[in-house]
């Protein structure tokens, strides 16, 4: 494994690299930093070459100040591949991940060869009384948060973004250490208010997207809703992944194995 941390101006990104073969970025969900899909990438680096990293502001990585947007983590990510690659890659976001592999999509299409999105965390792909619906809804868990910290909070997120307690068996343990509580608390205090503002016009965009959701994510959850709403708007089909919202944690033999018959379908 290749580990190192990428100076830029304002931030430092921590990231790994890991296999062989076509280059696979993994954008993490929520407080997941580089290591936080661990078992996943280890069932792809024999066919892939995986690139993860923490987000500006989790774990290894800085951020300046307290404030992000989803722009300036995906500008992170479009000067972590020009410093890998001149080519084109492939991009699995998942959740806030694909929030930002939309962003690049848009603003540095020659970056992608295909992204796939699973369950985006983006209002603005709503109905417009939905997206103020769920926007509030991420405003008043942000409160709970600050009022009660993570034991009042957490069972309110789980259930905003629909994420289910199922997982297989024998992953590697991910406990609730000093480092995963304080980057808890960056992605409430500062990445929610980040997905809240957030905007984008995919019109235009001609970056190749596959819209996905997880096979146990209940539909009437917001995050389903908006890989609903963007395969409507991208005139195509929705791709299901075992697990739920957190499927790439929860279920990464069966994620891996899904993930490989779909990017072997699309060539």
């Not at 947007?69 to 972590?80: G, I, M, P, T, Y």
């Not at 089909?237 to 018959?261: D, K, Q």
Request: aromatic share 4%.
């Amino acid at each position: 494994m290749n580990a190192d941390i990428l100076r830029m101006p304002g931030v430092d990104l921590y990231y790994e690299v890991r296999g062989s073969g076509p280059l696979l970025l993994i954008s993490q969900s929520g407080e997941g930093d580089a290591g936080r899909t661990v078992d996943l990438v280890d069932r792809l680096v024999d066919a892939y070459t995986v690139i993860t990293y923490d987000r500006r502001g989790l774990s290894r990585s800085t951020v300046p100040g307290t404030g992000v947007s989803v722009r300036e983590h995906a500008d992170d990510v479009h000067r972590l591949l020009a410093h890998l690659t001149d080519q084109p890659v492939i991009m699995l976001g998942q959740s806030l991940g694909a929030s930002i592999g939309l962003h690049l999509a848009v603003e540095h299409p020659e970056q992608l060869g295909l992204l796939i999105a699973h369950e985006p965390v983006s209002p603005w792909l709503l109905p417009e009384a939905e997206r103020a619906e769920h926007r509030k809804e991420l405003a008043e868990l942000q409160s709970l948060y600050r009022e009660g910290g993570l034991p009042a909070a957490i069972g309110q997120v789980k259930r905003v973004l629909g994420i289910t307690e199922d997982a297989e068996t024998d992953l590697t343990p991910q406990p609730m250490t000093p480092q995963r509580q304080a980057n808890f608390d960056f992605f409430i205090r500062h990445d929610f208010t980040a997905v809240v503002e957030d905007e984008l016009d995919l019109s235009g965009c001609r970056t190749r997207i596959l819209p996905a959701a997880g096979h146990t994510t209940p539909h009437h959850v917001f995050d389903r809703r908006c890989a609903v709403e963007l395969a409507g708007l991208l005139g195509t089909e929705l791709v299901e992944f075992p697990g739920g919202h957190n499927g790439n944690t929860s279920h990464p033999r069966a994620y891996a194995a899904r993930l490989r018959e779909v990017l072997h379908s699309v060539g």
